[in-house]
T-cell receptor, first 112, second 111 residues
Framework: EAGVAQSPRYKIIEKRQSVAFWCNPI?????LYWYQQILGQGPKLLIQFQNNGVVDDSQLPKDRFSAERLKGVDSTLKIQPAKLEDSAVYLC??????????FGPGTRLTVL | GENVEQHPSTLSVQEGDSAVIKCTYS??????FPWYKQELGKGPQLIIDIRSNVGEKKDQRIAVTLNKTAKHFSLHITETQPEDSAVYFCAARNYGQNFVFGPGTRLSVLP
């Protein structure tokens, strides 16, 4: 079974630029999560999708972050414009059951 | 909301010794407690979990214990091996809520 795929794996941008991350969940997983993991910290949920609908985006900085999950499969997370404090690893996870999540390898973003 | 604390932040043990990582949570309604292992450059991987109706769960060299009264749970790794070296995260979840992760413990197993 293929795992959660994410791309790119690394991205370096300058502040005020835009960036987008892509996630392809495990086939059949209806729930998709985006997490932000700052160095030395645990993952923090940004947004949760159930199929193509948003379940929870309470911690998503909506003035600069946006996410979509068209057709209930792939998802894209965008940051526009980026700030220095957005430097982090962005993790995508998917799940079939309510509890067990499977994480992708993450995208490491560096904002200069 | 839920808050999860984790100790220690770093832990070094000799190969073959045991390692224990402890977490406390604040929301008494939390009912699911997973542990994740994250290796360098990879996403977290679920290694064991426990639900609130169980006090202990074991899977080969790893075990998790839960004390609901004290609101804490612990990860126990016995006979540690170099490949156990990684960052370990605990998390807590209440039904209908999202996961809240601890800050992580960096475990180093010294040969």
């Amino acid at each position: 079974e293929a795992g959660v795929a994410q791309s790119p794996r690394y991205k370096i941008i300058e502040k005020r630029q835009s960036v987008a991350f892509w996630c392809n969940p495990i086939s059949g997983h209806a729930t998709l999560y985006w997490y932000q993991q700052i160095l030395g910290q645990g993952p923090k949920l940004l947004i949760q999708f159930q199929n193509n609908g948003v379940v929870d985006d309470s911690q998503l900085p909506k003035d600069r972050f946006s996410a979509e999950r068209l057709k209930g499969v792939d998802s894209t997370l965008k940051i526009q414009p980026a700030k220095l404090e957005d430097s982090a690893v962005y993790l995508c996870a998917s799940s079939w059951t309510y509890n067990e999540q499977f994480f992708g390898p993450g995208t490491r973003l560096t904002v200069l | 909301g839920e808050n999860v604390e984790q100790h220690p932040s770093t832990l070094s043990v000799q190969e073959g010794d045991s390692a224990v990582i402890k977490c406390t949570y604040s929301d008494s309604a939390s009912n699911y407690f997973p542990w994740y292992k994250q290796e360098l450059g990879k996403g977290p991987q679920l290694i064991i979990d426990i639900r609130s109706n169980v006090g202990e769960k074991k899977d080969q060299r790893i075990a998790v214990t839960l004390n609901k009264t004290a609101k804490h749970f612990s990860l126990h790794i016995t006979e540690t091996q170099p490949e156990d070296s990684a960052v370990y995260f605990c998390a807590a979840r209440n039904y209908g809520q999202n996961f809240v992760f601890g800050p992580g413990t960096r475990l180093s197993v010294l040969p």
